[in-house]
């Protein structure tokens, strides 16, 4: 009776456990198959924009668009903060807003914030080389 007991416990948890596992996987199956954009119809009433408002900060923009290679130096690209920054800063502000926005060897133009105005990736530039 000892051994039956005990085996419909083990079952018995077991079941719960795989029933709380599937809800996990549910989840985020749920979460993976949401959409990734809407359709917009002609005529149809537009959802209010839920976009920035107004110009974003320069942390802003190097959180979004640049730390991946900036806050990694991922293909030689100078950390924030950095002192590789001086020789590039010697060559002036504007020099340095130029290559940022046309792009230069592996950085691609606007460092792929493709939204991001000329101010926005000036104030980027400026985060980043903050203390330098």
């Not at 133009?109 to 203390?131: K, L, V, W």
């Amino acid at each position: 009776m000892k051994k039956l007991t005990l085996a419909l416990v083990l079952m018995t948890t077991a079941a719960i456990a795989n029933v709380a596992a599937q809800d996990a996987d549910n989840e985020a199956i749920k979460k993976r198959l949401e959409p990734v954009g809407q359709v917009y119809l002609a005529g149809a009433e537009v959802a209010a924009d839920t976009g920035p408002k107004g110009p974003r900060t320069g942390e802003q923009v190097y959180q979004s668009s640049c730390f991946a290679c900036h806050g990694t130096g991922a293909l030689d690209a100078p950390k924030k903060g950095d002192a590789a920054w001086k020789p590039r800063l010697g060559q002036g502000a504007d020099i340095l807003l130029k290559h940022a926005i046309e792009g230069i060897r592996a950085m691609p133009p606007r460092g792929t914030c493709m939204d991001c105005s000329d101010d926005e990736i000036s104030a980027a530039i400026d985060f980043m080389t903050e203390g330098v």
